[in-house]
């Protein structure tokens, strides 16, 4: 790889050059619980995600990268109490889980869609993968890290002193200070690897197991499908920051009790995007979706650009102010950048361009920066415009603000003059036709007049151009553009 790529490892607490011994870099996300629209502080972290994997492509390395769906054993309650979070969803809306399971999945990778974000080489269901789960929490009985309950099977985190490691736990406050629903767990931070199934109520999703009938902890479902996919160690595992302090946990923990052997090597944590200084919940029906951005008539895209207006790691605060403002960012941003021509781009100062932007980018994904940069290229008036236009579309397969195609609200008219000379016009409006034939007829004057050195006459039609706001670029295949304000 040409530049090195840091990267902040949470399990380190420090940025590290990024390096595999592998053909293909192993990425797993934590996917969506599907009983409800993804909000978009959702998005924000799968934003980052998608950011973390177009530069492991640029770069030039491989990647195969794993999004779960979360369809089952995902509780309302981080104690392992309380209904599941799909069964509610499914009563709530009338339909059976399996139902809302698809609806929700299948709205999910629409917002992605929208949104740019790639789309990962698989989309594993927690509800196809039971084998693999069961297979893994007997893994762990075998090795006595497991107990059992009146109501599950749980991971018995004293057998396991490397707990508190990841989050940083503090093993004396966590006993002491605990008021977690304890149940008949034996310490606060043991976690359910099996449920049984209520007695006094019919789950809609349960499975036979060598314990009984129930169902699997949140937990135990990423690993499985991580080490199915992926195997170990996996190159780089990533979520939200939420995730550090219990699932991600234990994830670990249950990983390598059952195999001792080191789970990922990478673990990167995306900060909550904020509204009111809450955090975003989709549990507390309070939530923004991208079908409310969408219906608001903003564009997905501007909303991935106000993502970028912030560090992954920094709180980000949402406002419908502060997105609108993103907006109109993204469209002065695409003004900037010039239409397609023939000359040539200097090699030199477009490698030098990329270059800054991709220091910025290899730089633990630092896109406010490289946005700096990019805003820098395009406004230097040393570059020429194929400088420039080659450097943002080396800087879109990143950003991926579909930065080279004009809006769709611009209008291109063409006119071929009888001397054969094609004017183009590009306006964000209808202009009406004697403007048009006016401009043309100014721009045809302006060229013979300069042919036959009449500069005062050139310059003249030029000065009123700019005072109109009119922007005429003589391209170098002989054709003329005109942008209209
Ligand atoms: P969930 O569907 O609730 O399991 O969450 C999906 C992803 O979104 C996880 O990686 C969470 O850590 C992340 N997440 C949840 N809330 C927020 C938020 N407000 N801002 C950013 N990411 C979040
Ligand atoms: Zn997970």
């Known amino acids: 790889m040409s530049q090195p790529l840091y990267l902040y490892n949470t399990a380190t607490r420090s940025k590290e050059v990024f390096t595999t011994d592998q053909n293909t870099v192993g990425m797993y996300c934590c996917g969506p619980t599907v ?17 973390l994997k177009r530069a492991l492509l640029w770069l030039g390395y491989k990647v195969k990268h794993i999004v779960n769906i979360t369809d089952v054993g995902h509780l309302v309650s981080d104690e392992d109490t309380g209904e599941d979070k799909m069964e509610r969803g499914a009563q709530r809306e009338g339909k059976t889980v399996w139902e809302i399971a698809q609806m929700y999945a299948d709205a999910f990778m629409n917002n992605i869609h929208d949104l740019h974000i790639l789309d990962p080489d698989l989309w594993p269901k927690a509800t196809d993968h039971l084998d693999e789960m069961i297979e893994l929490v007997q893994q762990l009985e075998s090795r006595g890290f497991t107990y059992s309950t009146s109501d599950g099977i749980y991971f018995d985190t004293a057998h396991f002193p490397a707990y ?16 977690v629903e304890m149940g008949e767990k034996k310490a606060p931070t043991d976690f359910a690897l099996w449920k ?4 006094d109520v019919k789950r809609q999703m349960e499975w036979d197991s060598p314990w009984g009938m129930g169902f699997p902890g949140w937990h135990i ?16 595992h990533c979520g939200g920051t939420d995730h550090i302090r219990i699932h991600h946990t234990n994830e670990i923990a249950q990983v390598e009790a059952a195999t001792g052997k080191q789970f990922a090597r990478f673990w990167m944590h995306g900060e909550f995007l904020v509204l009111d200084k809450e955090k975003m919940a989709k549990s507390g029906g309070n939530f923004i979706t991208l079908d409310t951005v969408k219906q608001r008539g903003i564009d997905p895209l501007a909303y991935r650009m106000f993502t970028f207006t912030a560090h992954y790691r920094t709180p980000l605060t949402f406002s419908w102010d502060a997105l609108h403002a993103a907006a109109q960012s993204l469209q002065n941003l695409k003004k900037l950048i010039p239409g397609e021509s023939a000359e040539a781009a200097d090699a030199d100062l477009v490698s030098e361009g990329i270059a800054r932007f991709g220091e910025a980018i290899c730089d633990d994904l630092n896109l406010p920066r490289a946005l700096g940069v990019l805003w820098e290229t395009l406004k230097n008036p040393n570059l020429t415009n194929a400088t420039k236009r080659a450097v943002a579309s080396e800087a879109d397969c990143i950003l991926a603000l579909d930065l080279l195609t004009r809006d769709a609200r611009e209008i291109v008219t063409e006119f071929t003059s009888a001397t054969g000379e094609v004017i183009k016009f590009i306006s964000s409006a209808q202009t009406d036709h004697a403007t048009l034939e006016d401009i043309k007829l100014k721009i045809e004057r302006r060229k013979h007049a300069r042919a036959r050195k009449q500069f005062d006459i050139a310059d003249a039609i030029r000065e ?16 003329t553009e005109c942008v209209l304000p």
């Open 164 to 179: 508190v490691d990841f989050a940083r736990l503090d093993p004396q406050s966590l006993q002491a200070g605990s008021r």
């Open 35 to 51: 009983y409800n629209y993804a909000h978009i502080g959702n998005l924000r972290t799968y934003l980052f995600e998608d950011i």
């Open 196 to 199: 049984f199934s209520p007695r």
């Open 221 to 236: 479902e990423c690993s499985a499908m991580s080490l199915k996919y992926l195997g170990q160690p996996l190159d780089i």
């Open 464 to 479: 009123e151009f700019a005072r109109k706001g009119y922007v005429i670029k003589d391209m170098k295949n002989g054709t």
